[in-house]
């Protein structure tokens, strides 16, 4: 079992639309989560991070957490084609530098 | 100010040629990172150096050495390279030491024939 999963998609959802990305994760030691989004062909950047449970909102996104069930979701309010990435997911235990990354969620907002 | 940048961008090696991957930062972070990207696998960590002068294994460590020059510049060693090393290579940098919060470099993508 990979240590953080994500569904690969394309999710594809209409300009306007909440976008709804998951990940799960198997370590119950981990702590902080992030949520990374890469353009095609650019490097990942973050956009999110969350440490407790429940919901951290910045703007059109909100990160949910929830450790008891081991997941962790954002969403994206209002989507815009300009949002159309591919979102990498990542957790980290406190007593440890590394990060791990689920394989990502590719996102594709119609016009 | 650059953030993160990489050398080179592109680069086609033979098996068994060796290279160095250059990175350096410029926002007087302490911690940074060697990340490998292959197709639905996500990003790996080769080594990484949470400090000037210090280095250790990530999760996929096989095939390659790290250099923590100083504290601007890590650099990544392929010493024999391998088909399987055909990769997109990142290098990261850190604000605040183990927060997670990594900022990364344009990348360099390698194809080793």
């Known amino acids: 079992q990979k240590e953080v999963e994500q569904n690969s998609g394309p999710l594809s959802v209409p300009e306007g639309a909440i976008a709804s990305l998951n990940c799960t994760y198997s370590?119950?030691?981990?702590?902080?989560f992030f949520w990374y989004r890469q353009y095609s062909g650019k490097s990942p950047e973050l956009i999110m991070s969350?440490?407790?449970?429940g919901d951290k909102e910045d703007g059109r996104f909100t990160a949910q957490l929830n450790k008891a069930s081991q997941y962790v979701s954002l969403l994206i309010r209002d989507s815009q084609p300009s949002d159309s990435a591919t979102y990498l997911c990542?957790?980290?235990?406190?007593?440890?530098?590394?990060?791990?990354f689920g394989s990502g969620t590719r996102l594709l907002v119609r016009p | 100010n650059a953030g993160v940048t990489q050398t080179p961008k592109f680069q086609v090696l033979k098996t068994g040629q060796s290279m160095t991957l250059q990175c350096a930062q410029d926002?007087?972070?302490?911690?940074m990172y060697w990340y490998r990207q292959d197709p639905g696998m996500g990003l790996r960590l080769i080594y990484y150096?949470?400090?000037?002068?210090?280095?250790d294994k990530g999760e996929v460590p096989n095939g390659y050495n790290v250099s923590r020059l100083n504290k601007r510049e890590f650099s990544l060693r392929l010493e024999s390279a391998a088909p399987s090393q055909t990769s997109v290579y990142f290098c990261?940098?850190?604000?605040?030491?183990?927060?997670?919060?990594?900022?990364f470099g344009p990348g360099t993508r390698l194809t080793v024939t």
């Open positions: 990542a957790e980290k235990r406190d007593s440890s530098y590394k990060l791990i």
């Open positions: 370590d119950r030691g981990s702590q902080s």
């Open positions: 969350i440490y407790s449970n």
């Open positions: 926002m007087n972070h302490n911690s």
């Open positions: 150096s949470a400090s000037e002068g210090t280095t």
């Open positions: 990261a940098s850190e604000g605040t030491s183990g927060s997670g919060e990594q900022y």
